[in-house]
């Protein structure tokens, strides 16, 4: 019954690996979102996506790739991994793309460390 | 960059005593959020207030807004050991509906 749902919950990967995290949610949101949470817990938004379609894509480099199958479910493949991408990384969804006028429901998180 | 800046970092306090956290921000927004965030948890949705609103309650929370200072307040009442967690403001400027941009949190312990 969970709204949205991560895997996986840790990851522990050497640098250079590449590694995909995967979302699902059961809410018939049309918008989803990748948020990254540092060690300061400071949160920010990497990518989100619309009915399948890409609208905010933040100055996230290009070793981050989402796709979106279908609208829901998000995923995020991350090539090359560096120790500065360790972090915990959070799937959201909301009900519209405006995401100031709706709340997000978020996923558990999965924990990202990069050895 | 950070659009919300909270204050306290850090709050303290007893089983039954009054929390009170502040958010600031810097441009126009339309809306403003509160979360909650549980240890090792995801975020939680807690209140919206809207630009025109002024104050908001939910239970023992209390929201208050005042756009011309670029300020909320989040009161939580009679707190109890289970409002432990770190508190967070979020807000979608009046140029970006499309994406929340959060604060730093206020991290609140609750002792019995």
């Known amino acids: 019954d969970t709204a949205v749902s991560q895997t996986p919950k840790y990851l522990v990967t050497q640098m250079g690996n590449d590694k995909s995290i995967k979302c699902e949610q059961n809410?018939?949101?049309?918008?989803m979102y990748w948020y990254k949470q540092d060690s300061k817990k400071f949160l920010k938004i990497m990518f989100s996506?619309?009915?399948?379609?890409?609208?905010i894509n933040e100055t996230v480099p290009n070793r981050f790739s989402p796709k979106s199958p279908d609208k829901a479910h998000l995923n995020l493949h991350i090539n090359s991994l560096e120790l500065g991408d360790s972090a915990v990384y959070f799937c959201?969804?909301?009900?519209?793309?405006?995401?100031?006028?709706?709340?997000?429901?978020f996923g558990p998180g999965t924990r990202l460390t990069v050895t | 960059s950070q659009q919300g800046e909270e204050d306290p970092q850090a709050l303290s306090i007893q089983e039954g005593e009054n929390a009170t956290m502040n958010c600031s921000y810097k441009?126009?927004?339309?809306?403003l959020q509160w979360y909650r965030q549980n240890s090792g948890r995801g975020l939680v949705h807690l209140i919206l207030?809207?630009?025109?609103?002024r104050e908001k309650h939910s239970g023992r929370l209390r929201v208050t807004l005042d756009t011309s200072k670029k300020s909320s307040s989040l009161l939580i009442t009679a707190s109890r050991a289970a409002d432990t967690a770190s508190y967070f403001c979020?807000?979608?400027?009046?140029?970006?509906?499309?994406?929340?941009?959060f604060g730093a949190g206020t991290q609140v312990v609750v002792t019995p």
């Open positions: 959201a969804s909301s009900q519209d793309r405006l995401a100031g006028a709706y709340e997000q429901y």
């Open positions: 809410l018939g949101h049309d918008t």
């Open positions: 996506y619309n009915n399948k379609e890409l609208i």
């Open positions: 441009t126009s927004i339309n809306n």
């Open positions: 207030i809207r630009s025109n609103e």
């Open positions: 979020a807000m979608s400027s009046t140029d970006s509906w499309g994406k929340l941009q």
